[in-house]
């Protein structure tokens, strides 16, 4: 394509966000920015430098940290200063965490910046996150709002931990993704919420294809909107 879209994809954690602007990333052939990794990175540095009720200290962490991502063969890659932390900010404590760390306005503030300059130096992106359609790109070409029951959202985190040996069990990934719905929806700065524009995609009971298409389509129909033509 020979103009850029922004593609906003937001929802709960569990909703498929991830799984979903990876896949219609690589079929638009757009660059897909995993938010959530950001602020995960800076949940950990913050865990490691024992520094989690020290705000000011976090603050100089999200701007003086270098938070590189590369998505290689379907995996966001997540670097800081050089550092590979993949696998790190995946961790439980991470998720038990990362929500306090996202509801500082400083540290949004920050990384909402770097977001908008990674979207600015290419072209074509697919975003996702909690704030994306809302904060970071309200003028965002397509707007997508995934939601899924908790019990499914639990499911696939399970699945998610069980797949990488970390013990934990469906009834505290269960507690703690409620504790996170709950603290993402409620904070003053940049709430999880759906765009008034946004288009709702409930992915409960669908495959990831399915739900993969649907997106596609809706951003089919921007493109023909704006006179944008896809080369297949």
Known sequence: MSKRLIVAID??????????????????????IDT??????????????????????????AKKSNIDLKFINGITHVSVDGNDITDDIRLPEVNLNVSDISAIAEVRKI???????????????????RDIGTVVFPDAN??????ASIEERSRRRAKEYEEKSVPISLEEVKANLEQRDKIDST??????????????????????RQQVDMILEYVRHSAKREGIEFEN
């Open 11 to 32: 929802g709960p954690a569990g909703s498929g966000k991830s799984t979903s602007a990876k896949l219609v990333a690589q079929e638009l052939g757009y660059l897909y």
């Open 187 to 208: 904070r003053k700065i940049s709430p999880l919420t759906k765009a008034p524009e946004a288009i709702e995609v409930d992915t409960s009971n669908v495959t990831i």
């Open 36 to 61: 959530g990794a950001m602020y995960r990175a800076v949940t950990f540095l913050a865990i490691k430098n024992n520094v989690l009720r020290n705000t000011k200290t976090i603050i100089e962490i």
């Open 111 to 129: 990384l909402v910046e770097k977001q908008r300059k990674l979207a600015r130096e290419n072209c074509g992106v697919v975003m996702e996150g």
């Open 142 to 147: 397509v707007k997508i709002f995934l939601i």
